[in-house]
């Protein structure tokens, strides 16, 4: 079994920042890419940032220059620090991780998601 959590939702006013959390625990070889997607009510998930293994990072163009996205390997955590928040980043924001359960074999779990509100 393989366990994504994510925290550090919260509500927040417009400008402000969160920092989130994203924890990958379990049976697992090795932890490939790790991402953030969010998903607003009556809208499709859709990618945030994601950062591969070898820590190289990409950014929904809505997002660029405000959120980054990094990683501990040891840990098993990425982390995304949300600056310059504004009312349209509002939604769950859900973590993906995708890990070796050997050495070619390639899954995927998903965390529960975590809420984000940004207050105008």
């Known amino acids: 079994q393989v366990q994504v959590v994510e925290s550090g939702g919260g509500l927040v006013q417009a400008g402000g920042s969160l920092r989130l959390s994203c924890a990958a625990s379990?049976?697992?070889?090795?932890?490939?890419?790790m991402g953030w997607y969010r998903q607003a009510p009556g809208k499709q998930r859709e990618l945030v940032a994601a950062?591969?293994?070898?820590?190289?990072?990409r950014y929904a163009d809505s997002v660029k220059g405000r959120f980054t996205i990094s990683r501990d390997n040891a840990k098993g955590t990425a982390y995304l620090q949300m600056n310059s928040l504004i009312p349209g980043d509002t939604a769950v924001y859900y973590c993906?991780?995708?890990?070796?359960?050997?050495?070619?074999?390639?899954?995927?779990?998903w965390g529960q998601g975590t809420q984000v509100t940004v207050s105008s």
């Open positions: 950062i591969s293994a070898g820590g190289i990072s």
């Open positions: 993906n991780a995708e890990y070796y359960t050997s050495s070619y074999s390639l899954d995927v779990s």
């Open positions: 379990g049976n697992i070889f090795s932890i490939n890419a």
